[in-house]
């Protein structure tokens, strides 16, 4: 049986200026991820727990911590009873389905019961040309710790994230003395990849799974991208790329020698979350992005809990009472 989980908790909250909605601490102070492949996931009377059968027909069991867990990654060869599955999604634990090793990302299931108001935010935004290519400026200048010129463009500054890239990657080949490279994803012909390669593949799918149950735990669509289009995990990939060039590229060069470089790549990355207290840091740059005036201002909207209707003068109004001017109309 193959189980990996993250060993400890975040628990010093990062001191964050973002309104109190939606700040989701549940989500912020989880446990990162956990992959599982060649398992049976099955719900029993105690709970959520691995379970893989032995040549005597028992089973080992390992319970999982399903209430702190921010996304469970189901690999190959895994499978998942109903009542499981319905735990999982009462405690808002994202389930991701992803390939061997973690290195590809098929589909991710829904938290129910959130509130739409940052999924509002970023659909009005993704809408509009001059607040989207705002944010995908805002992504870039997080990304890289540096401006751009007034007036860019989108395709001026794709070119910008090119060479920056490019740069990063002889860099680090120069560093670590790997002659030649190219970044290659061939999920076909993976065990022909080099150690770097396959660490960057793994560590990055791994990544995409955190930042997807970010995204679906904030009640946003993966799907609406601002730079990445086409896809519905564009927005995934977009807000995956703001840790790259930080946590999961360099680490992966640095495994260029690794026997068992995907499996590595995913313990470093668990620890960058503990280290750097990544989720909640996923979580405020979302909210920046969508909504860079709350950092100033700390208000928060409507109260979350509560389904309002939409009005295109008045904005929300209450939900739950009759509207007419004569109620027994």
């Known amino acids: 049986m193959s189980l990996l989980v993250s060993t400890s908790f ?7 200026s973002a309104p109190t909605l939606a700040m989701l601490p549940r989500i912020a102070d989880s446990l990162s991820f956990l992959y599982l492949e060649n398992v049976r996931v099955v719900q029993d009377d105690t709970g959520v727990c691995a379970q893989v059968a032995k040549t005597d027909g028992s089973a080992d ?3 999982l911590p399903v209430a702190s867990l921010a996304c469970v990654l189901l690999g190959t060869g895994t499978s998942a009873t109903n009542p499981a599955m319905a735990t999982m999604a009462r405690h808002g634990t994202t389930v991701v389905w992803t390939g061997s090793g973690a290195v590809r990302m098929y589909s991710a299931s829904q938290p129910s019961e959130l509130t739409t108001d940052w999924l509002e935010r970023q659909a009005r935004a993704w809408a509009d040309d001059t607040a989207r290519l705002a944010i995908a400026v805002r992504m870039y200048e997080m990304r890289f710790g540096a401006g ?10 794709r070119g910008l994230e090119g060479q920056r890239m490019k740069l990063m990657y002889q ?3 120069d560093k670590h003395r790997i002659r030649g490279f190219k970044r290659n994803y061939n999920p076909e012909n993976w065990d022909q990849q080099n150690p770097v390669n396959q660490a960057l593949s793994a560590a990055n799918t791994a990544l995409y799974g955190v930042v997807h149950a970010a995204i679906l735990a904030l009640g946003c669509s993966p799907a609406l991208g601002f730079v990445h289009s086409g896809k519905q995990h564009a927005f995934v990939y977009d807000i995956a790329d703001l840790y790259k060039a930080k946590h999961t590229i360099p680490m992966a060069f640095s495994l260029n020698k690794s026997g068992n470089p ?16 990544l989720m909640p ?9 969508l909504a860079p005036e709350l950092d100033e201002t700390g208000e928060e909207t409507q109260n979350p809990e509560l389904v309002h209707l939409w ?8 939900a739950g009472i009759n509207h007419a001017l004569d109620p027994g109309w």
């Open 311 to 318: 009005d295109p003068d008045l904005g929300p109004v209450d």
């Open 10 to 16: 975040s628990s010093a909250r990062r001191a964050l």
């Open 262 to 277: 995907d499996r590595e790549a995913r313990r470093n990355l668990r620890e960058d979350f503990r280290l750097y207290r």
């Open 171 to 173: 860099m680090l080949a």
């Open 281 to 289: 840091a996923i979580i405020h740059d979302i909210q920046r992005l």
């Open 61 to 63: 069991r390992v319970y």
């Open 148 to 157: 751009v010129p007034e007036g860019i463009t989108l395709q001026q500054l």
